[in-house]
């Protein structure tokens, strides 16, 4: 059913849009999408650094401090 909609179909779509909601109903309605976009996108790269963060601790050396340490092991 999509598939049938062309150029002409979608700019009328657009007009009609236009002509309900107005220019700034719909400039503040994209502004808060982008808001919520950014967001999301932040709270992705915090959560990958806080797994690479849980992965290097887990990782850390645990090689024996002293000389003597290592002559018990």
Same mark, same amino acid.
Request: glycine share 12%.
């Given at each position: %059913?999509?598939?049938?909609?062309?150029?002409?179909?979608?700019?009328?779509?657009?007009?009609?849009?236009?002509?309900?909601?107005?220019?700034?109903?719909?400039?503040?309605? %994209?502004?808060?999408?982008?808001?919520?976009?950014?967001?999301?996108?932040?709270?992705?790269?915090?959560? *990958?650094?806080?797994?690479?963060?849980?992965?290097? *601790?887990?990782?850390?050396?645990?090689?024996?401090?002293?000389?003597?340490?290592?002559?018990?092991?």
């Amino acid at each position: %059913m999509l598939n049938n909609i062309g150029l002409p179909g979608l700019l009328l779509i657009a007009v009609v849009v236009l002509v309900l909601f107005g220019r700034g109903k719909i400039s503040s309605l %994209m502004g808060e999408v982008g808001k919520g976009i950014t967001a999301f996108k932040r709270g992705v790269s915090d959560g *990958a650094k806080e797994l690479e963060e849980d992965a290097s *601790a887990e990782a850390k050396d645990i090689t024996p401090a002293k000389e003597t340490d290592k002559d018990k092991v």
